[in-house]
Every structure is written in structure tokens, then in C-alpha cells.
């Protein structure tokens, strides 16, 4: 038995109300500044008190920017990062796993060293092939001599720009190397007599995918899910870097240009409310789902 | 490589279900890291159309920039600042919720958001707590006669941008430090207490060495997370200033490349930070199998 001390348990309580409160604080005072006037957020120091102009400053903010299209825009942009990383690495981990081909491990590297090349360190390149997402096919063209034989007529028309586009924001961000592992992992767990008897009954490969292993990986697909999710709302460098018209970009990148400079009036109280609507949803996905967030957190790095 | 003992036959379809991911991949991650590779061996003309070979002059030219040295010291002061700060903050409150009984859940809650917060927007309201004219941190500090303006002093931007970075990332130490306790055996540390061990002494003898593995792997991940995932904090905060004190390398590699549109010496420093990645994962894969071993 261990002593049950209950003066620690209270020190064990303040420490933790202490920590828990300065964690809170910058989105408590955050939230203060965004429902003031703008006399009062520039008042020096600023009250401690929520005012009433919380709903006015985000319509200002709203009106600011194109923040209701940025909403729907990181939406979008989430929820497709998400999906998509899932849909294409079952598939992939499914072909690993269950299949044996050539090339099989070489695939498996590939989509490895990925883990290695995260967009901060080839972003100049990045950002020119998603300018022309057919350069690499019109410099194979060119290398295998396949355009000088059509007389270089056929590279000068490659051209497909992702900028300022959906596809732009989120196809270059799918391939994921984290749950293409994910999901491997889990297949392996998968016990060899489903597919044997599967097999047995008639089923094809896609049809055994369908039916059993999809429906067993719903846990993993959710929690990591919930993960995808808060990792493409919260993607800043790329869709900075490929919108330029400010209808087509995100709300992340939308309340940062919000930020006031060295100005008169500096409307911070909007700056906040608009920092707030930015925050609120995947903050609200991971509160809600903390479940699967935690589980995912923790399986997408075994 | 493992796979399965029953597998399905087919040639086709396997590569078919592999095709959306290797498209992908080879177009923007293996084609740009191709080029970053060519660009940093070329020198492009302005408009980006020919390019000339020069072997290793981006190279000898990165390395004998003091620009360079200085964005790696930030680099080094601002990730060890991050890894140290989040860590410590992660293992205090994890080590308190596991040992208290009632509050647990709100507790976990009301320590896990701020990972969801974006590391831009982390910045931004950090930026407003301690903003030197309209900050109460500000404030605070001038009435304690302490100047404090993060926009014009180094010293300050870094320590302004240290904690935006490392309090979006206690949130991971925690829900991490927290699952390593839970997995500590109850009949250890009861065993210490039975022979007279007080809660400090178990913590610091028992505990601490159990957490070492757990430690490490979070050192590994909270150095990648500093090193490539707080651009949008040092963007939205210093913009690598006040005079370089916050140009970090993933800040310098952008601004050279879009703003100064020096892309030879941008390739090069791309490089240079593949390197770092490719050593740092090795260390966290290095890790893992040891983990397996002791296990």
C-alpha cells in the first residue's frame, strides 16, 4: 500500500490548477481582447473582463477578409488531407501486405523516406512543380527523346498550374508515409485465417478488403483521423505559399495577415476574434474526440 | 520485409492500389528533392532559366556566411530552449495527474487543447500577452522595471517565441509522459514505498530512469517539431528578427528562396536540413529498436 498523503494530493492539486491556468491564459486573455471595443484593447493595461463585442469583432473580421469562404476553404482542405491520406494508405498497406509482387520492398522504402523530406526542406522546389505539376513528365519526355521525335510541340503544352486551387492545397500534402505504417502494422495483426477462409468462400482481394479489413480498421481510421484532420487545418507555409488570391487561401493564413503593424489604431480586439473562429474547430475535434486523439497520437508513433 | 503467409495472386493489382501514393510521392517529394539537390549544385541566371554547374560554391558560400552561423545558433538556442521548456512543463503535470485519484479527465482535457491550435496562431496570441505597448506581461514587467520590448530586443523576441513554440507542445510531452507512467508497474513504486521511500525519493530513483526511454523519444520528436514546425510562429511573430535573432533555418531557407530569391544558396541550406532530418530520424529509429530489445 502506498501512504495516502493528503497534503500532497492538495500540492499536487495547486501545482496542477497553476499549470492548467497559465496554459489557459493566453486563449483566456485572447478571448478578452477580441470582445472589446477598440478604446478599451488599446487602453493600457488592457481589463481583465470580457466586454460585449465579441460578435462585432468577428463580423468584423469577418468582413475583413473572405472569412467565411476561408472557413469553408480549411474545411475543405482538412477534411480532404484527412480522407485522402487514409483512402490512399489502406490501399497502399494493403498491397504491401497482402500481396507479393517485385519491387514490393522497394515500394515500401519509398513511401519510407518521405518521412524524411517534410515540405520545410525541399520548399523552393515544391512550390515549382506544384507552378507546373507536369514538369517532371515533360523532362522525362525530354530525356527518353519521346518529344524530339514529335517535334518538342508536346512539352511546350504540359503545363498544369495547382496554384490558387483546391488540388493545389491539398494533393501535394496526401502521400503519408505515418499511416501507410499505421495501417501495415495493423494488417499484420490481422489473423491469416480471415484471408484463408475469404479465399476459400470465393472472395477476391478487393472484396475480402472491403468487407473484412476495412470494417476492422475502423478504430485506427478514427483516431488517426482526428489527427489528419488538426494537421491540415493548421498547415500555414504551403497554402501561404500557393494562394495568392485571398478567396482561395485558408483562415490560418487569413487571421495572420490580420495581425496589426505598427499603426494608430491597431485593431487587435479583431485580430483576436478572428484568432479565435480559427482555433475554435480543431480545438473543438480534439476536446470532443480525445479518445482517438490520444490513441492516435500515441499509435502513430509505435 | 514481414508480410503475410496467405497472400493474394496478382500482378496488376497490387501496383494499381500502390499508384495514387507513389504518383504522389515521386512528383512532390522525390522530384523537388531531385531539384533541390540540382539547384544546389547550379547557379540559376535571374530569370530562372539557365543554369550553370559550380560543384560546391552555394556550398563554400553558405559555410562562409556568418548569417549562416548565426541562424544556426538560433537555431540551436531556440530548439534546446522548446525541447527542454515543453519537456519539463510535460513531465511536471503528467507526473501530478498520475498520482492524483479525482480530476483526472479535466485535468487531461484542459492540458491537451493547445495542440490543436495552430503554431501561427500560437504565435499570434503570444504575441498579443506580450505585446510591448498592449501586452499585460508588458505592463507587468515595466512596473517591475523591467524593459521589455521582444520587437527590438534579441534576447527577448528569442525568449517570446521559445514559449509560443513550447506551449503548444507540452500538450504531446504530456498525453506521452502520462501513457510511460501509467505503463510504470504499480508493484515497483509500492514496493519502494513499503521499504520507506517518500514520493520525491520514488519519483526521482524509481520513476525517472523507468521514463528514460520515453524521455529520449520525446527529446527526438520535440527537436524535429522545433526545428521544422514553428515557421508559422517565428513568421507570425519576429519574422526572424529583431536583426536575425530568431532566423532560424527553416525561416532563412524560406526567406532566402521566396524573398531573396537566392536559390542556389536556398537549395543548399535545403540540403543541409535534409541531412539534419535524415540523422534524426536514424536517432528516433535507433531508439525504437532498442525499445524492442528491452522490452
Known amino acids: 500500500m502506498i501512504e495516502n498523503n493528503r497534503a500532497l494530493a492538495i500540492f499536487a492539486h495547486i501545482i496542477l490548477v497553476l499549470g492548467v491556468a497559465t496554459i489557459a491564459f493566453p486563449l483566456y486573455y485572447a478571448f478578452v481582447g477580441a470582445s472589446l471595443p477598440i478604446e478599451e484593447v488599446l487602453q493600457v493595461p488592457m481589463p481583465l473582463v470580457p466586454g460585449d463585442r465579441l460578435i462585432e469583432n468577428m463580423a468584423a473580421a469577418w468582413d475583413k477578409g473572405s472569412f467565411g469562404r476561408q472557413l469553408v476553404n480549411s474545411a475543405i482542405m482538412a477534411s480532404v488531407i484527412a480522407g485522402g491520406k487514409i483512402a490512399i494508405s489502406l490501399l497502399s498497406a494493403f498491397a504491401i501486405t497482402y500481396f507479393r509482387f517485385p519491387f514490393r520492398t522497394a515500394a515500401f522504402w519509398a513511401i519510407f523516406v518521405t518521412l524524411m523530406l517534410p515540405i520545410e526542406v525541399r520548399i523552393v522546389p515544391t512550390y515549382e512543380v506544384a507552378a507546373n505539376a507536369l514538369a517532371p513528365l515533360a523532362w522525362l519526355l525530354q530525356v527518353t527523346g519521346i518529344d524530339g521525335l514529335l517535334g518538342g510541340r508536346l512539352t511546350a503544352n504540359l503545363q498544369w498550374s495547382l496554384l490558387d486551387s483546391y488540388v493545389g492545397l491539398t494533393l501535394p500534402l496526401i502521400a503519408s508515409a505515418t499511416a501507410t505504417f499505421l495501417f501495415r502494422q495493423f494488417y499484420l495483426t490481422i489473423p491469416d485465417d480471415l484471408a484463408e477462409a475469404a479465399k476459400i468462400d470465393g472472395a477476391g482481394p478487393m472484396r475480402f478488403f472491403r468487407d473484412v479489413v476495412l470494417p476492422l480498421s475502423t478504430t485506427n481510421i478514427a483516431a488517426l483521423a482526428v489527427i489528419l484532420f488538426v494537421f491540415g487545418w493548421n498547415q500555414y507555409l504551403w497554402p501561404l505559399l500557393i494562394t495568392t488570391d485571398p478567396s482561395m487561401t485558408t483562415v490560418v493564413v487569413g487571421v495572420a495577415r490580420l495581425i496589426p503593424g505598427p499603426e494608430p489604431q491597431p485593431a487587435w480586439n479583431v485580430a483576436m476574434a478572428g484568432g479565435l473562429v480559427a482555433l475554435l474547430p480543431p480545438v473543438l475535434v480534439v476536446l470532443v474526440m480525445q479518445h482517438w486523439f490520444v490513441k492516435g497520437l500515441v499509435d502513430t508513433e509505435k | ?295
Open chain 2, 1 to 295: 520485409m514481414i508480410g503475410k503467409k496467405v497472400v493474394f495472386r496478382s500482378r496488376g493489382l497490387p501496383l494499381l492500389l500502390l499508384a495514387p501514393q507513389l504518383l504522389v510521392i515521386l512528383v512532390f517529394f522525390f522530384w523537388p528533392a531531385g531539384q533541390a539537390v540540382f539547384q544546389a549544385f547550379h547557379l540559376a541566371d535571374p530569370f530562372g532559366q539557365h543554369f550553370e554547374y559550380v560543384g560546391l560554391e552555394n556550398f563554400t558560400r553558405l559555410f562562409n556566411s556568418p548569417e549562416y552561423y548565426d541562424s544556426l545558433w538560433a537555431t540551436a538556442v531556440f530548439s534546446s530552449g522548446v525541447a527542454f521548456l515543453s519537456l519539463g512543463a510535460g513531465l511536471v503535470l503528467a507526473a501530478f495527474v498520475d498520482h492524483i485519484r479525482r480530476g483526472r479527465m479535466v485535468y487531461k482535457s484542459l492540458v491537451i487543447w493547445p495542440y490543436a491550435v495552430a503554431p501561427v496562431l500560437a504565435g499570434v496570441l503570444w504575441l498579443f500577452l506580450f505585446h510591448p505597448i498592449y501586452g499585460v506581461v508588458a505592463f507587468a514587467l515595466e512596473r517591475a522595471g523591467i524593459g521589455w520590448n521582444p520587437l527590438l530586443d534579441s534576447n527577448q523576441a528569442m525568449a517570446l517565441v521559445v514559449m509560443a513554440a513550447a506551449w503548444k507542445q507540452v500538450s504531446y510531452n504530456f498525453v506521452f509522459f502520462l501513457a510511460g507512467l501509467q505503463a510504470i508497474p504499480r508493484s515497483v513504486i509500492e514496493a519502494a514505498a513499503i521499504d520507506g521511500a517518500g514520493p520525491l525519493r520514488r519519483f526521482l530513483t524509481i520513476v525517472l530512469p523507468l521514463l528514460t526511454p520515453t524521455t529520449f523519444f520525446l527529446l527526438v520528436i520535440n527537436l524535429v517539431y522545433a526545428f521544422f514546425d514553428t515557421f508559422g510562429i517565428i513568421h507570425a511573430v519576429t519574422h526572424g528578427g529583431p536583426g536575425g535573432a530568431t532566423n532560424i533555418l527553416v525561416y532563412k531557407v524560406f526567406a532566402d528562396g521566396f524573398i531573396g530569391q537566392d536559390l542556389g544558396s536556398s537549395a543548399a541550406q535545403s540540403i543541409v536540413l535534409m541531412v539534419i532530418v535524415v540523422t534524426l530520424t536514424v536517432m528516433q529509429f535507433r531508439f525504437l529498436e532498442r525499445k524492442v530489445h528491452y522490452a
